[in-house]
């Protein structure tokens, strides 16, 4: 898939929302499982979270619509996508809008996972690609990752 970003074979981090065709398109490469962390009201949606999951569905992909919002990037949001990820048949393919979100998430549940402090994910993070222009997001990354709960 276009621009996508893979930290291991188990999930790939997508920088925009899939199309329809993209959809299928993951089904034929083997993907078991689509993460949403779009909300069902943003704006410029190829597909809706709602029509996206049907979709998955429909082509056997095991759908999970995580809505996150600027007012849920929160430690027990984290928690609760880190408990949902692992229950899930790999490979997944995670998305959100542009790549914020999901990548944040994804990089912190890897890392929690492995022990990485937040500095390292920070590093890695940007030798993949990934932009984290907020700075209260990187802070709330680290922040996460070295607190005695990750």
Known sequence: MDHTRSNDDRLSIGLKPPTAAAVEALVRSGY???????CEEEESQ????????????????RDVDFPVSGASFDAARVTAFRREIRTLPEPVYLHCARGKRVSAFAMMHIAAETGQPGEDVLRRA???GFEWDVPEMTKFVCAYLDSPRA
């Open 32 to 38: 078991r499982s689509l993460v949403n962390l779009r």
């Open 46 to 61: 190829p597909l809706a979270p709602r029509a996206e999951g049907e979709i998955a569905r429909k082509l056997g992909l």
């Open 126 to 128: 940007e030798e993949m």
